[in-house]
């Protein structure tokens, strides 16, 4: 344990270093890359999956495994496995916040933010303890069921039921989960009621978060069908009129009208699912096959039904506003290879922009 700590804590100091010289390039480039915070993220997630595998194998996980069962027999079964596993996610969260604190400085100078450095790390630091968590329970019905001896054929049904309702249930709070939500000023839950009544949109005005940083403008619907709640980026009050606003409610009642939400929640199910059960009922390399086959269509289909609902609200209040609140948003290319485009559930804001323009 003393080497995994000392190669952690080795980790941390690489990371912020990196951190910092990476923020220095980023300044060096801003005028001739958008990428924005993007590239940021990019490195951060680089960080991340570093501090993951040194942790791992390391033996980090094994040695939680051990010490669990110490504890108790019950502590050492499948279902157990996301605890041995969470200690290795704290280190790596720690890593990527270490090494975001190195770029910060220079973030901050760049897009010439008025936050702390603390904010901004307890930002991030929720929002990837959420997807930790998050990824951790999925984690315990695929260990459970490659740990058992002869799994029937029947739970089959039931690991996608149960699959179904864990990532839609996930996915109706996840704003609240990973932002840091505030209460909207009077002022800009006016505006954001004025959009909403004039597109109809019945969901409830629930608060405004960070997007500031990012630059980000945007509005985001999550709860149940029967009771949605719609929240706002900060900076979207700050760069769209009121008809930009006005044409973002619109689309987002098309997407509540389409069940974008539940559609997602669903391809996510079906995707992890399938990987699942083919893992544990034939081989992995079935599964990897069967994902290769199946993630392409099932996001193409999310991304079908993201144009359909960017029509309608188009057909209500106009492409032109619509198409300009997108333009707000930062990297209008998303930096995106042709691969990643094909494989991301959203379309980037560039093909957004084409198909409205084609509609208009």
């Known amino acids: 344990m003393i080497g995994v700590l000392a190669r952690w804590l080795g980790l941390l100091v690489v990371g912020y270093i990196a951190g910092r010289l990476y923020g220095r390039f980023a300044i060096r480039r801003r005028g001739t890359d958008g990428q924005g915070s993007r590239g940021t993220y990019r ?32 502590l050492g079964s499948g279902l157990a496995t996301p605890l041995a596993w969470a200690p ?62 002869d799994p029937s054929p029947l739970l089959i049904p039931v690991v996608f039921a149960v699959l179904a309702v864990g990532v839609y249930a996930w996915l109706q709070y996840s704003i ?9 000023t009077a002022e800009q839950r006016r505006r954001l009621e004025t959009a909403a009544d004039r597109t109809d949109l019945t969901a409830t005005v629930a608060g405004v978060f ?28 700050d760069v769209l009129d009121d008809e930009e606003l006005a044409a973002l409610c ?42 290769a086959v199946s993630w392409p269509l099932l996001v193409w289909y999310l991304q079908r039904c993201e144009f359909a609902a960017d029509r309608r ?33 959203t379309p980037s804001t560039a093909r957004r922009l084409e198909r409205l323009r084609e509609s208009d």
Do not use: M
């Open 88 to 149: 290795a996610a704290a280190g790596t969260i720690v890593a990527s916040l270490v090494a975001y604190l190195g770029v910060f400085p220079s973030a901050r100078e760049r897009r010439g933010l008025e936050i702390s450095a603390s904010t901004a790390v307890t930002r991030l630091g929720k929002y990837l303890v959420a997807v930790a968590i998050f990824c951790l329970g999925l984690l315990a019905p695929f260990t459970a069921l490659l740990g058992a001896s």
């Open 313 to 345: 609200g188009a057909r209500e209040i106009g492409a032109g506003p619509l198409a300009s609140a997108y333009e707000a948003h930062s990297g209008l290319t998303d930096s995106r290879s042709r691969l990643h485009e094909r494989l991301a559930s």
């Open 210 to 237: 960070s997007g500031r940083e990012t630059e980000t403008a945007g509005l985001y619907l999550d709860g149940p069908f029967w009771n949605r709640q719609l929240y706002a980026t900060d900076y979207a009050f």
């Open 43 to 74: 490195f951060l997630a680089v960080v991340g999956i570093a501090a993951l595998l040194v942790l791992t194998f390391s033996g980090l996980i094994d040695a939680t495994e051990t010490a669990l069962s110490s504890v108790h027999p019950i």
């Open 250 to 291: 619109a689309r987002e009642r098309a997407a509540d009208d389409l069940r974008l939400l539940e559609r997602r929640s669903l391809v996510v199910a079906v995707l992890f699912g399938l990987f699942l059960t083919l893992t544990v009922w034939t081989s992995v390399l079935v599964a990897l096959v069967g994902l």
């Open 176 to 184: 609240r989960l990973t932002q840091d939500i505030s209460e909207p």
